[in-house]
């Protein structure tokens, strides 16, 4: 089994994408795989200099000089959810590389089936959760794809960049409640501020990835709601000040939601969609609440809004579960050592 993995695109801020990448590579560090990126195209000095804080080496190079990359030629590639790397995946596959490809949609992009259409699936293929695999198996059997190319891995996840600091509620107080995502008007229900509305307590909202095109999607934040262009705050910062993190997604069906792990991790009880991802997350009424219909946001909210031991049950149960059920590292880190073994499972 290869000892060094080449990673094609590089950690950021904003975005599922972006930052289980930087979780990934810390996990791989921990099994001692020698890690090398290539940014697409261009690093990020901040990032490149957490990622040698690691061990992680940062090589520069374009699509027309990959070859040129000092032990590529035959290595074994992995990306996430980097278009780019679909471009130049071709190439790769010219210099020998095993490619592995962490796709976090629940959907093919057009150039995914492009690819597949003119050279077939990725040597391996890794779903991040049930459902994920459940959409993407019919279409990628289509392109000649075998069951042993894959395998859910659950996202890697560090708890401890989030605090767990969970905000006490009194019964005075108005409850903060808040959401974060990507700036995408697909990851808002456009009766969102109605939703948040409905609960029959005093609140304030607080959202993190606003911009015009949602505000058309959503329309205008109400007077007791607050918002922020994505990558404007620390999430970590935000989640400390809410008292629940109330996600009511749109058209949009999350994978394997990162702010879930982040919200769990920093003490904010989760009342979410029940679907996609966030059902195989959640353990209803232990670990966070699963709604199916607006009245159920606003009762789960104003559940929490007025039984704070309830509240913190829940957010400590949820933290509990990171470690034991939701990203065990040594159970992912296994996983992992079996997906690039070549074994079946």
Known sequence: ??????????????????????????????MRWRLTLIPTWQADPRWQRRLSAIGCTTHHATPATLHTVPGLTGATVFSMCNARFLEVAPRLRM??????????????FPA?????????????????????????????????????????????????????????????????IGRISRAAPEK???QTWRIYGRTPYPVVARVLGWSAAVRREVGPPPRWAEVWPAGTREPRELLGELHALVHAGGRATENWPRIGLEAMAAGVPLVVDDRGGWSEMI???????????????????????????????????????????????????????????????
């Open 1 to 30: 089994m290869p000892r060094q993995l080449f990673i094609l695109g590089y950690p950021h801020d904003v975005g599922g994408a972006g930052t289980e990448l930087w979780h990934t590579l810390k996990l791989w560090r921990r």
């Open 95 to 108: 210099l020998g590389c095993r490619l592995i490809w962490a796709g976090c949609m629940n959907w093919l």
């Open 112 to 176: 995914e089936r492009q690819f597949y259409g003119r050279h077939g699936p990725f040597d391996r293929h890794v779903f991040q959760s049930r459902f994920q695999r459940d959409r993407l198996l019919p279409q990628l059997r289509r392109f000649g794809y075998r069951d042993e190319q894959g395998a859910v891995i659950r996202g890697a996840f560090d708890a401890a960049e989030f605090p767990f600091q969970p905000r006490p509620h009194r019964p005075d107080e108005a409850l903060v």
């Open 188 to 190: 808002f229900h456009r």
């Open 283 to 345: 353990h209803h009424g232990r670990t966070g609440f699963l709604c199916q219909s607006a009245d159920d946001f606003a009762f789960y909210t104003a559940l929490l809004a007025r039984d704070e031991r309830r509240r913190q049950r829940v957010v400590r149960a949820a933290r509990e579960s990171l470690g034991r059920d939701l990203a065990p590292p040594r159970q992912i880190a296994a996983k992992w050592q079996r997906l690039l073994s070549g074994r079946v499972y």
